[in-house]
């Protein structure tokens, strides 16, 4: 069974608008971590937020939120005020706590930011 | 300023030639771990180290061999590259103890022919 999952490869939004991308998530680890990362066309990994899960808070950090739905086993990362500059790929990942603690990663939704 | 850098950051090879793609980090992070990227499939472990001379295979470990002799380096060894192997490799180190963020290398982007 995939791990992370994320249902949409691409999105569009516009400028100034909010946009959810959605992650769901598999693991039986009741210590795990989720993160999102950005990777525009440059191709580097830009970490973005992170929520550990026994955070009782959703993360948020700057125009960037994480929708922490323990019950669901969803992550879903809001982007508030889009900007063209937050074009990219976004990917979900999750790291358990225990084993080989390898970053699992979804593949990835393309976010396009219309003008 | 902390960081983890990789070594070459692009490079485009013939089929069986041997190379080595360096890794190394400045933050005396006990765990390091090599990813690819390929389009669709998001990133995969390839293998990972929880210390020095401590090394374990991850999803894809095949035609890939590391080393880690040193805590901040972390080479990854391609003996006979073949053309599957061309991809986006990605360095990643942390602490240990931690599930919050690993640091990624700028990536390296491999070409074999």
């Known amino acids: 069974a995939q791990k992370i999952t994320q249902t949409q490869p691409g999105m569009f939004v516009q400028e100034k608008e909010a946009v959810t991308l959605d992650c769901t998530y598999d693991t039986s680890d009741p210590s795990y971590g989720l993160f999102w990362y950005k990777q525009p066309s440059s191709g580097e990994m830009i970490f973005l937020i992170y929520q550990g899960s026994y955070d009782q808070q959703n993360a948020t950090e700057g125009r960037y939120s994480l929708n922490f739905q323990k019950a669901r086993k969803s992550a879903n990362l809001v982007i508030s005020a889009s900007q063209l500059g937050d074009s990219a790929m976004y990917f979900c990942a999750m790291r358990e706590g225990t084993g080989r603690r390898a970053l699992t990663f979804g593949s990835g939704t393309r976010l396009q930011v219309q003008p | 300023e902390a960081q983890v850098t990789q070594n070459p950051r692009y490079l485009i090879t013939v089929t069986g030639k041997k190379l080595t793609v360096t890794c190394s980090q400045n933050m005396n992070h006990e765990y390091m771990s090599w990813y690819r990227q390929d389009p669709g499939l998001g990133l995969r472990q390839i293998y990972y180290s929880m210390n020095v001379e401590v090394t374990d295979k991850g999803d894809v470990p095949e035609g890939y061999k590391v080393s880690r002799k040193e805590k901040r380096n972390f080479p990854l060894i391609l003996e006979s590259p073949s053309p599957n192997q061309t991809s986006l490799y990605f360095c990643?180190?942390?602490?240990?103890?931690?599930?919050?963020?690993?640091?990624f290398g700028p990536g390296t982007r491999l070409t074999v022919l």
């Open positions: 990643a180190s942390s602490w240990e103890g931690s599930v919050n963020e690993q640091f």
